[in-house]
């Protein structure tokens, strides 16, 4: 990824609010074609928000977002999805009674994508005639990830895709996301594990009550300095 590269998504100027509560200001961040962005920031601060508010599931009081150079503002969630973005919410996003297979077929998408999905996530090929809700946490939080990448997006949005999971399953997910951010997917990252974020992300945006409050490379920072000042966490 050079820093010159295609911006596949955009947010300029970005607020939203609930009801008389502002959550998002005048925020802009930038995705680049190949590049994983980290966005990390305290409870409340609007990681979530700002996510459906790209994805178009949150209606948005100023700015713009544009796809692919495309403002897509005024575009609803599902033409969004089909302009390439893809959001994995919190929680997952999987049919139970569908076996793992099945799950997959149901989003568009060329045979390659299938393959490089398998092979990220060899458990779920291994899986493929299980019932989804049979499966642990963990590999049903695999399938969620996978859907979104057989339907071949642009841009992937991930909210908090570690909750609730052993670190065993999350160092997976991880070099599963890695496998997968390598074949040229963004990917935007909201990840309560900094280390793991600071670990994979290009750069990184912290969000403090609805404003950007730093953004920069890993390298130009650290996890403790990150904790200390921006997290609100004592180290
Ligand atoms: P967390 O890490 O706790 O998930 P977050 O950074 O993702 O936090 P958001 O979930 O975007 O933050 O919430 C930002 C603020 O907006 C919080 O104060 C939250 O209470 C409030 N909020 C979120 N969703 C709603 C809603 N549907 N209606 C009203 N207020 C909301």
Redesign the pocket.
């Known amino acids: 990824m050079t820093p010159s590269a295609e911006a596949i998504l955009e947010l300029r100027q970005v607020s939203a609010r ?2 008389r ?1 502002q ?1 998002l200001r005048d925020v802009d961040l930038t995705v680049r074609r190949g590049e994983t962005v980290a966005l990390l ?10 996510l ?1 508010s790209a994805a178009g599931l949150t209606t948005t009081s100023g700015g713009s977002v544009r796809l692919r150079a495309t403002d897509v503002s005024r575009r609803r969630p599902h033409q969004r999805a089909r302009a390439g973005l893809c959001l994995v919410p ?1 929680g997952r996003g999987v049919f139970p009674s569908l076996t793992v297979a099945e799950n997959l077929r149901l989003q568009r998408g060329r045979g390659e994508a299938l393959d490089l999905v398998y092979d990220a996530f060899p458990v779920l090929a291994e899986r493929r005639d299980q019932r989804a809700g049979l499966m642990s946490g963990g590999q049903q939080q695999m399938l969620a990830l996978a859907r979104c990448f057989t339907a071949e997006p642009a841009v992937v949005l991930l ?2 895709v570690s909750m609730g999971l052993a670190p065993l399953i999350v160092d997976e997910i991880f070099a599963a996301l890695k496998k997968l951010a390598a074949s040229g997917v963004a990917l935007l990252l ?1 990840e ?1 594990y900094v280390s793991k974020a600071l670990e994979m992300a290009d750069r990184v945006y912290v ?1 403090d009550r ?1 404003r950007v409050s730093w953004t920069g490379r890993p390298d130009e920072t650290s996890e403790a300095d990150l904790m200390r000042r921006y997290l609100a966490v004592q180290v």
Do not use: F, H
């Open positions: 609930y009801g509560a959550v920031g305290p409870n409340g601060a609007g990681k979530t928000t700002l459906r919190e909210d908090e909201v309560q969000l609805g």
